[in-house]
C-alpha cells in the first residue's frame, strides 16, 4: 500500500471515531436537561462560525458556482444537516447511542428500495441478501421479544434520521464537480443553524439550556466540553478529515471505513456513558453491519466506475460530502 492510501485509510478512521462520539457528548447534555434542538443548534452554529473563513477562502472567484448549486446546498442543509442531526439526537435522548445510530444506518437499505421502486428493476441477489440481513438485524436490536423495551417514539426518529441519511446520499451523488467539499460542508452548516434556528424560534424544536455540570466517564466536568467537543472534534474535525480522507481514498472505500462510525459510537457510549446495548441488540447490530456492508460490495462490483452514482444515472467525479 503506498503512503497516500494508507495515511487516508488512517484519517478515515479518525473521521468514522470523531463523528462516532457525537451521539455520547450529546446526550451528556440532554441528560441534564438540554433540549436536542438546543444541542444541534449550538453543534451546527458553533461548526458554521468555525468552517466560514475556509469557505469564504474556497469561495474566491467562485462565486457564479455557489449561485448555480444554491437549491442543492439548501436541500442538502435543511435535511441532510439539520433535520438529520435533529432527529438522531432526538432518538438519542429517548434510546441508548449505539440503537439509535444503528436505526439510522439502515439508511443505505432503505436507498436500495427507493432505486428498486424508482427504476422497477430488481437489485442483484447480493444486494437482497444484504437488505434482508440488515432487516433480520433491525428486528433484533428493536429486542421485540425481550425484556427491555424501546420507545417507540425514540424508534421512529431514528428510522425519520436513516430517510434523512438517503436524501444525503442522493444530494453527494449530484453534487456539481466544480463546487469545492468544504464549501458544500460550510455552505450546508450555515442553511442548517438557519433553519435549526427557525424552529427553535417557532418552538417547533424549542431551545432549553442548562448551564450545569455533566458526568462523563464518571467524572464531573463543565457543559462547555461536551459543547467544545461536539463543535470541534465531533463536526469540524470530523467534516474536514471526512474530507480528507475521501481524496486520498477515494469515495467507494471511504464509505466502507466510514461504517466503523457504528463500533465507536458503541465503544465512545460505553466509555463515556457507561451504557452499552444487550447481547441480542448487538448481534443485531453486527447483522445490519454486514447487511449494509453486501449491499456496498454488490454496489461497487455492479457499477466499478461510478457506485451509487451510476446507479442514479448521475455520472460524476466528485468526492462524496463527510455524512451528518
Known amino acids: 500500500m503506498s503512503l497516500r492510501p494508507a495515511a487516508g485509510l488512517w484519517i478515515a478512521l479518525v473521521s468514522a471515531a470523531t463523528f462516532g462520539v457525537s451521539g455520547p457528548f450529546a446526550k451528556s447534555l440532554l441528560e441534564i436537561g438540554w433540549s436536542p434542538g438546543a444541542a444541534v443548534g449550538l453543534r451546527i452554529g458553533g461548526a458554521a ?7 469564504l477562502i474556497a469561495l474566491r472567484g467562485r462565486w457564479s458556482t455557489l449561485r448555480g448549486n444554491a437549491l442543492t446546498i439548501a436541500i442538502y442543509g435543511t435535511t441532510a444537516i439539520a433535520l438529520c442531526q435533529l432527529f438522531y439526537f432526538n432518538a438519542v435522548q429517548r434510546m441508548s447511542v449505539g440503537v439509535s445510530l444503528l436505526l439510522e444506518y439502515l439508511a443505505p437499505v432503505l436507498l436500495v428500495g427507493f432505486l428498486w421502486l424508482r427504476s ?20 433484533l436490536v428493536l429486542d421485540l421479544a425481550g425484556d427491555a423495551r424501546l420507545d417507540p417514539v425514540g424508534v421512529l426518529f431514528g428510522l425519520a434520521a436513516a430517510v434523512c441519511l438517503v436524501v444525503f446520499f442522493l444530494m453527494s451523488a449530484r453534487v456539481d464537480e466544480s463546487l469545492p467539499p468544504i464549501v458544500m460542508a460550510g455552505g450546508g452548516m450555515v442553511v442548517a443553524a438557519g433553519t435549526i434556528l427557525v424552529l427553535g424560534l417557532t418552538n417547533i424544536m424549542p431551545f432549553r439550556f442548562v448551564f450545569s455540570d455533566v458526568r462523563l466517564a464518571g467524572g464531573t466536568y463543565s457543559w462547555i466540553v461536551p459543547v467544545a467537543v461536539l463543535v470541534l472534534v465531533a463536526t469540524v474535525a470530523a467534516y474536514v478529515t471526512g474530507i480528507l480522507a475521501a481524496q486520498r481514498l477515494g469515495s467507494k472505500v471511504a464509505s466502507f471505513v466510514a461504517l466503523t462510525e457504528v463500533m ?15 447481547p441480542v441488540q448487538l448481534l443485531g447490530g ?33 468526492e462524496p460530502i463527510p455524512r451528518p
Not at 122 to 138: K, M, Q, R
Open 49 to 55: 462560525v468555525v468552517l466560514l473563513v475556509p469557505v
Open 286 to 318: 453486527l447483522l445490519i453491519v454486514a447487511g449494509v456492508v453486501c449491499v456496498r460490495v454488490d454496489e461497487l462490483r455492479s457499477a466499478p466506475d461510478g457506485g451509487l452514482e451510476a446507479a442514479l444515472d448521475q455520472p460524476s467525479s466528485v
Open 264 to 278: 465507536f459510537a458503541v465503544l465512545a457510549a460505553w466509555l463515556i456513558l457507561g451504557e452499552l446495548p444487550g
Open 120 to 139: 422497477r428493476t430488481a437489485p442483484h441477489a447480493l444486494t437482497i441478501i444484504g437488505s434482508v440481513t440488515a432487516i433480520l438485524g433491525l428486528l
